[in-house]
């Protein structure tokens, strides 16, 4: 059984830093496209940051500058490393991997993990 699964959020002072981390387990054949996505309450889900097999990464605009996604496929896992946080990037982050398994491939996703930015 395929499954990946967020660690790391928490509570953080405005300007600080968090290290999100997204391991992927099970029956694994290859890892392609990874990536982040946020939903804060009362809004749609959004866009982080992509990262592609080969290492290209893309991210929204609010996050440029500031966060970095990363992965390491030896380990299975993908980072995110969000410094100078905001307030506004208060929300539920997810992660999604395209997995392919002895069944084909598909996107997976995880339960997320709660990123909370407050003096």
């Known amino acids: 059984q395929v499954r990946v699964a967020e660690s790391g959020g928490g509570l953080v002072q405005p300007g600080g830093s968090l290290r999100l981390a997204c391991l992927a387990s099970?029956?694994?054949?290859?890892?392609?496209?990874m990536g982040w996505d946020r939903q804060a309450p009362g809004n749609q889900r959004e866009l982080v940051a992509t990262i592609s097999s080969g290492g290209s990464a893309n991210y929204a605009g609010s996050v440029k500058e500031r966060f970095t996604i990363s992965r390491d496929d030896a380990k299975k896992t993908m980072y995110l490393q969000m410094d100078n946080l905001k307030p506004e990037d208060t929300a539920v982050y997810y992660c999604y991997a395209y997995i392919m398994d002895p069944f084909g491939g598909r996107n997976y996703w995880g339960q997320g993990t709660q990123v909370t930015v407050s003096s």
């Open positions: 099970g029956n694994i054949f290859s890892i392609h496209d």
